[in-house]
């Protein structure tokens, strides 16, 4: 009797420890890890060192076509993001092409970080479009263990907020508006919760683009949804067609905590906000006039002289003359994105994901009840011979290990994917005036225009306090995927450099 208990009990253990080995995240794991040496210069135009690759899943054959597809980049950064994105696959589509779109906005290649985000956005839409079809699909995608990367509110909404931008900066206003008025919506919306907007810059940007459509009805109202999310953004002024945007810090990174690593948090950075203090300067388009510019008669007018010399040319043929430079005094804090990170409609997060912590506190309960039962039965039937006894501590055994083994497969912990590069506040100003200038100066920093288009109606001007392709080498290791719908994503890859 007794060496048939420790018979059972000893194969107990043994089923025991299978478990936890096949339960340990790396049987069966479709993440590999990768190591690499990467040079930070890079991102300051330095050249870049050889990349050492140890993927412990991602054969040579893969690595190569990864290679062979980050070669057509048009640069060295550009390069490291095409790599990820062929090497990650479809899990880490809208991260890895948020990531191309940044490197390319920093470096003026405004179509391909178009086409990056049109696929990271239309990936995002399946899920969390404002309409039935997007709201069944977000009810099956909460529910997956492990899901492709859509992002935090606070992602998605600024993926849509550089959409919007870069629309603006081709004169489309309108699609501008409507990426505007979609970043402020997917800043009210989570896998399973919807929250108030509060996030008012994006209004206030649907009101510019707006007025610069020349729809001053639509202007007014959006721009008084934006001021209801945030009072201080009343001083601005919708119908100023030169909008500066300049954007510091980076936004707070995630990390998780918990018994099972299933709470998701936030943390800012250590270092401070670089406040914009130094007045923007921009030189007017020029003027049309009847006077040349530089010749004796602009300079006897300029001069106040009574009477200028007679003009070469014909006075109905004006040229042009350079007026005074127009200045931005001071640009003000119009959006925090740290705030919307760690906020929902304004409300402090304090974690996020605690129903699978729940279900796991509740499974490793059963395991100690069942587990305290077997042992007092079994201890019972070896003092007093009593098989039934025997069976019954042997029950328990069994539910307790099936038990454990459920609540350590229960995979709760916290995804802490992020976008690396967003940053933490953005600051606006604006100029009433045109300009043909392609890079304004503001202290240390430079703010270019976005777009080609010299006569657009409104212009954008953006800068950033670090760089994207900085941020961009802090994005942790390489995650080689070898899902089967990795293929047709690989194959579709081609289209981007087309």
Request: aromatic share 8%.
């Amino acid at each position: 009797m007794i060496g048939w208990i420790r018979c059972a009990m000893t194969t107990c253990a043994a089923l025991a420890l299978v478990a936890c080995e096949t339960t340990g995240g790396v049987v069966g794991s479709k993440e590999c890890g990768a190591g690499f040496v990467d040079d930070a210069s890079a991102a300051s135009g330095k050249s870049l060192k050889k990349f050492e690759n140890n993927f412990r899943c991602a054969g040579p054959e893969l690595v190569g076509a990864a290679d062979a597809f980050a070669a057509k980049a048009p640069s060295g950064e550009l390069r490291l993001a095409f790599r990820r994105l062929f090497l990650e696959g479809e899990r880490n589509a809208v991260l890895n092409y948020q990531r191309v779109a940044m490197v390319a906005m920093a470096q003026g290649q405004w179509s391909l970080a178009e086409r990056a985000l049109d696929r990271a956005l239309g990936r995002i839409e399946a899920i969390y479009a404002n309409n039935e079809q997007a709201e069944k699909a977000r009810s099956v995608f909460s529910a997956e263990e492990v899901k492709d990367f859509k992002g935090e509110p606070y992602e998605r909404s600024m993926a849509y907020y550089y959409r919007g931008l870069l629309y603006a900066s081709k004169g489309d206003y309108q699609n501008a508006r409507a990426m505007f008025l979609q970043a402020d919506y997917q800043d009210t919306l989570s896998d399973s919760e919807r929250f108030a907007g509060d996030f008012g810059i994006m209004p206030m940007l649907a009101a510019w683009a707006s007025a610069c459509d020349g729809n001053d009805n639509l202007a007014k109202d959006y721009m008084q949804r934006g001021i209801q999310a945030d009072a201080s953004l009343s001083e601005f002024d919708a119908g100023k067609p030169l909008l500066l945007i300049y954007e510091s810090g980076r936004a707070p990174y995630k990390f998780n905590t918990g018994k099972y690593g299933e709470a998701l948090k936030w943390m800012p950075h250590a270092q401070p906000d670089g406040v914009p203090t130094d007045a923007v300067c921009v030189q007017p388009a020029p003027e049309k006039t009847g006077v040349q510019a530089g010749s004796d008669a602009a300079l006897s007018q300029k001069k106040g002289a009574a009477k200028p010399r007679p003009l070469a040319k014909a006075p109905d043929a004006p040229t042009a003359v350079a007026a005074a430079p127009l200045c931005v005094p001071r640009l003000f804090k119009a959006g925090d994105v740290g705030f919307q990170a760690m906020t929902r409609g304004g409300r402090a997060v304090d974690t996020v994901l605690k129903g699978k912590a729940s279900f796991k506190e509740g499974a490793q309960t059963v395991a100690d009840v069942s587990q305290t039962v077997a042992t007092v039965a079994l201890m019972s039937s070896l003092q007093n011979n009593n098989r039934d006894m025997a069976n019954l501590g042997l029950a328990g055994l069994f539910i307790g290990l099936a038990a454990q083994v459920a609540e350590q497969n229960a995979q709760a912990k916290a995804d802490i994917r992020e976008w690396e590069q967003l940053p933490k506040a953005l600051w606006v100003g604006q100029l009433a005036g045109k300009t043909q200038d392609t890079t304004l100066r503001m202290g240390g920093q430079s703010l270019q225009r976005l777009g080609d288009d010299l006569n657009a109606q409104c212009k954008v001007f953006w800068g950033r306090e670090v760089s994207p392709a900085k941020n961009f080498y802090e994005a942790g290791p390489v995650a080689p995927s070898l899902d089967k719908r990795d293929e047709a994503f690989r194959a579709e890859l081609i289209e981007l450099l087309s």
